[in-house]
T-cell receptor
Framework: AQSVTQPDIHITVSEGASLELRCNYS??????LFWYVQSPGQGLQLLLK??????LVQGIKGFEAEFKRSQSSFNLRKPSVHWSDAAEYFC????????????FGDGTTLTVKP | DAGVTQSPTHLIKTRGQQVTLRCSPK?????VSWYQQALGQGPQFIFQ???????QRGNFPDRFSGHQFPNYSSELNVNALLLGDSALYLC????????????FGQGTRLTVV
């Protein structure tokens, strides 16, 4: 069975500091991996996705993520955090044949200090 | 493009009642998936509809049922509501069942009292 673990429930960083959110997955085949962001009371917005190819993927809003098969990880990074990045972040794994059916982690809440 | 739209945005129901939530997929998308997001948790897959049939189902009881219409819009029905059904219900659409990303709506916040 596939699963996603986001070890950090809550992270606080200062505005302008770098950010790394951790994600570990368990999946039997080649995974499709996603990072989503959710603002309070809102739906999910896709930040980036990995299907194959280059293991470093670029997304929207200056985010990037690196796929490491040997570590079963797909960590999200941003070099300089803005106050507007405060939100909840979800990592998800999906089958390569069905993007609509994904398994999500429980999320990491990001707080940005001024 | 209106994206994925869900209605209503908020809903309060009494335990034991039935509820219907609605979703219109993004233009050009024919696959609709439903998720339940309890407070403080990630979304959990309920089921997926394609060509008006339920194609995939997560670990949810039969009280949760759905429907997809010829125009690809979808409904989620929950019978005999429990307090634990209180959650944000998210609809996601994708252009097909293979490999493409899914787009999420804003969700319907269901409160069962």
């Amino acid at each position: 069975a596939q699963s996603v673990t986001q070890p950090d429930i809550h992270i606080t960083v200062s505005e302008g500091a770098s950010l790394e959110l951790r994600c570990n997955y368990s999946y039997g085949a080649t995974p499709y991996l996603f990072w989503y962001v959710q603002s309070p009371g809102q739906g999910l917005q896709l930040l980036l996705k990995y299907f194959s190819g280059d293991t470093l993927v670029q997304g929207i809003k200056g985010f990037e993520a690196e796929f490491k098969r040997s570590q079963s990880s797909f960590n999200l990074r941003k070099p300089s955090v803005h106050w507007s990045d405060a939100a909840e972040y979800f990592c998800a794994v999906g089958a390569n044949t069905n993007a609509g059916k994904s398994t999500f982690g429980d999320g990491t809440t990001l707080t940005v200090k001024p | 493009d209106a994206g994925v739209t869900q209605s209503p945005t908020h809903l309060i129901k009494t335990r034991g009642q039935q509820v219907t939530l609605r979703c219109s997929p993004k233009s050009g998308h024919d696959t609709v998936s439903w998720y339940q997001q309890a407070l403080g948790q990630g979304p959990q897959f309920i089921f997926q509809y394609y060509e008006e049939e339920e194609r995939q189902r997560g670990n949810f009881p039969d009280r949760f049922s759905g429907h997809q219409f010829p125009n690809y819009s979808s409904e989620l029905n929950v019978n005999a509501l429990l307090l634990g059904d209180s959650a944000l219900y998210l609809c996601a659409s994708s252009p097909d069942m293979g490999g493409a990303e899914a787009f999420f709506g804003q969700g319907t916040r269901l409160t069962v009292v």
